[in-house]
């Protein structure tokens, strides 16, 4: 748990939306959003799954790099980071595959040179997880503590919640905190064995929702406490979050929203926050009928009838894994910069196992504490509430 | 506990071993057994027969070795000790399920259009097996899974200490995994393994726990400082680890009767034995009996802090980019 002022200086993402957070809000709240598609990628294989696919000329690995420096710059800009205080910052980064996309795309070209041949034996070059960070630390000079978190959906949640933590016990100065999710075989056709893929399209909390449907993204966020900020105050601050560990099942939070509402309830203690001082929810809402259950009847257990606007971004820019948390933020940043919060894409008909339905229009973004979710394999939960202010 | 923060991202406070366990490549529990590289991977499931009582049929073979070695330094653990305390796991990783992802992917690609296992799926995730260990141990709450290739352990280490010194938990699982996956010229280009950068060695694997922090109970050492100096421009010479390792030492007292003990990590290409020898330092290389994989420091470290001599340790790696971490220990 945390109880800090820490502040949020900077932001930068990538998503199907666009090639900035700014540029992505926009068109989020524009409602330019194109429902998940079926992939184009050289790499991917699996031409009958949807999935939401970033945009790109080159190849998929140029793809990757791109995206994940276009957040870098983003969000350095945005912050107006120095050389030297980009080098004495840490660097966490969450991401599920990491550099695999490098192995997928070098073993897709081998078997498309040589159709009809036996499958060479497939190797696995990339060097672990942590890859990424290591790559970034030595691109942009970051000099200080690197760690990479490597957990599935709420990997860059988990390490925006940690590097609150260092941040609170004063052990970084700054913390760069980066989400990076490529499509990757692995992924998608490791959903759709799971069966908790939607073929159709992704529609979190709707009672005709099947599955999810995965994103690519980055994102980078950067905190630092506000004590040493140099720079004038931010306007946004992370007030506290909870990460939480159950070891119930594999796959799923538990139904009876029990989980859910206790991460919540301990989100809003560490932050010193009541439910009625929410302003709205970010929540992680995939689409898949178990989470969505589990997610949804937390919420009502923690506000009951006084639920505040429940935002899924899924509907937007699929389920963005292990980038998720920073992405989501990053997006959800960028249009609280822009005044208004986005409707919840994908929904038509209220579940009556939940009893409410997503925003289903922009509403104007007050001031104050937004909640942000986030549910992931391995009984894995992450929440952290970022507040508002002027 | 006496908290130090420099620029170098040191930590220095004192926290005790209340455990600890290594399990190499030849999956014998504590102890130095020789083996062959070209036999690996040996199968764990009668290790997983005897330590848990029971197979693990749905857990792939990265998952059974966290699980077994974990479970090793917790179970050498009066359970009094650890009853109503709030543990937390951190699972250290450079590479982490590839035994799972590697024949996913193999499925996933094959020309004729193959389905894979979903189960299979579910275990390649890189938490899933912290979650196995979480569910058998019975913990919940903190459970991290790190991963940075070869400071991976250091890392963890890293931040179980400052989840300690914040009060979050009471007893931190620290603990390093690696599995020997072929092929072993794929396992070295994995781990950027070159001539001039690392030491020419067997390729192993290992899962090597510690478990820290304060109880009522005996303790076998103290974990003294964890340094992760991001300096690419810091050398890592023989000279220089030794200076910063009596420094180190001279900041804590009752050194003197100690064994002072050197444990090169196996970025160490040049350690000259004889030169610490001269200057009254042992050097005791653990690579040989677990051979290299990212998180040998684990193993490294839990070998030491179990081997019954009263020693002040100080183990050095450095990563390929020149990032360097040195965790210094002492036992009883």
């Known amino acids: 748990m945390t109880t800090s002022k820490i502040d949020i200086r900077g932001w930068g993402a990538v998503t199907t939306l666009g090639w900035s957070a700014r540029e992505s809000a926009e068109n989020l709240l524009a409602g330019k959003v194109l429902a998940g598609d079926f992939c184009t990628s050289s790499h991917l294989i699996n031409r009958e799954l949807k999935a939401y696919e970033i945009t790109y000329t080159g190849n998929p690995l140029e793809k990757a790099w ?15 980071l120095t050389a030297a205080e980009i080098a004495e910052s840490c660097l966490l980064v969450g991401t599920t595959g990491g550099l695999l996309i490098r192995n997928e795309y070098e073993f897709a070209e081998i078997v498309r040179q040589n159709p009809g041949k036996e499958s060479p034996a497939i190797t696995c070059r990339n ?9 970034i630390a030595r691109k942009y000079g970051i000099n200080g503590m690197i ?22 016990q004063k052990k970084v100065r700054r913390a760069i905190v980066v989400g990076f999710e490529p499509l990757l075989n692995l992924t998608l056709q490791g959903f759709a064995s799971l069966l908790l893929y939607d073929d159709e399209q992704c529609r979190p909390f709707c009672a005709s929702r099947s599955g999810m449907q995965i994103g690519e993204a980055s994102a980078a966020v950067i905190m630092e406490a506000s004590s040493s900020s140099s720079k004038s105050k931010s306007a946004y601050r992370f007030a506290g979050g909870y990460l939480f560990n159950d070891n119930n099942s594999l796959t799923s939070a538990g139904v009876d929203g029990a989980l859910a509402g206790n991460v919540i309830g301990q989100t809003l203690t560490a932050a010193q926050i009541t439910p009625a001082e929410i302003v709205a929810i970010k929540a992680h809402g995939t689409g898949t009928r178990d989470n969505d259950l589990s997610e949804g009847r937390g919420l009502t257990r923690v506000f009951g009838d006084n639920l505040p606007p429940v935002v899924s971004l899924k509907g937007a820019i699929g389920h963005t894994l292990g980038a998720a948390g920073a992405v989501e933020t990053a997006l959800w940043l960028a249009c609280l910069e822009e005044g208004m919060l986005p409707k919840s894409f994908g929904f038509t008909q209220i579940d009556s196992d939940l009893g409410f339905a997503p925003s289903q229009v922009n509403i104007p973004a007050k001031d104050g504490a937004y909640l942000f979710t986030f549910f992931g ?14 | 506990m006496n908290l130090i923060m420099s620029n170098k991202n040191k930590i220095m406070s004192s926290i005790p071993v209340v455990a ?14 020789a083996w062959d590289e070209s036999k690996l991977p040996l199968s764990p499931d009668d290790l997983v027969q005897k330590i848990m009582g029971q197979p693990m049929r749905r857990a792939g ?56 296992s979903p189960n299979q799926f579910a275990n390649s995730v890189s938490n899933a097996a912290a979650f196995f260990l979480a ?93 992760l100096d991001h300096n690419p421009k810091t050398e890592l010479s023989n000279e220089n680890i030794l200076s910063e390792s009596e420094k180190i030492a001279s900041q804590f007292t009752g050194m003197q009767n100690k064994q002072k003990t050197i444990l090169p990590g196996f970025r160490l290409t040049d350690i000259d034995q004889s030169f610490f020898k001269n200057k009254g330092w042992k050097v005791e290389d653990y690579l040989p009996h677990c051979g290299i994989h990212p998180t040998a420091t684990a193993y490294g470290l839990a070998r030491s802090l179990l081997s019954g001599t009263s020693a002040f340790f100080v183990h050095c790696n450095y990563h390929a980019a020149g990032r360097r971490a040195m965790v210094v220990a002492t036992t009883e």
């Open chain 1, 66 to 80: 791109a995206m994940i420096d276009s957040a870098l710059t983003e969000a350095f800009s945005r912050a107006k």
């Open chain 1, 127 to 135: 060097r672990g997880p942590g890859e990424v960070a290591d790559a």
């Open chain 1, 147 to 168: 760690m990479t978190f490597s957990m599935a959906c709420v990997s860059s949640s988990h390490a925006l919640v940690v590097a609150a933590q260092l941040l609170r």
């Open chain 1, 377 to 390: 394999f391995g009984g894995t939960c992450t929440s952290y509430i970022i507040m508002k202010e002027h």
């Open chain 2, 20 to 33: 600890a366990s290594y399990l190499g490549p030849s999956l014998t529990p504590n102890l130095d057994v």
């Open chain 2, 61 to 116: 073979r990265f998952i059974k070795m966290v699980c077994c070695g974990a479970l090793t330094c917790l179970k050498s653990v009066p359970p009094e000790e650890l009853k109503d305390k709030k543990i937390g796991i951190f699972l250290a990783t450079g590479l982490g399920n590839v035994d799972e992802i590697l024949p996913f992917i193999t499925q996933v690609f094959k020309h004729e259009g193959g389905f894979p």
């Open chain 2, 135 to 227: 569910k058998i141990s019975e913990i919940k709450g903190v459970v991290l899974t790190v991963s940075q290739e070869e400071l991976s352990f250091e890392s963890a280490l890293w931040l179980a200490q400052s989840y300690l010194e914040r009060g979050e938990i009471e007893l931190a699982l620290v603990g390093g995994c690696d599995v020997f996956t072929p092929t072993v010229a794929d396992y070295r280009e994995r781990m950027d393994l070159k001539p001039d950068n690392s030491r020419s060695m067997r390729m192993g694997e290992g899962s090597s726990w510690l478990l820290i922090g304060n109880t009522s109970g005996k303790k076998i050492g103290n974990i003294l400082s964890v340094t």
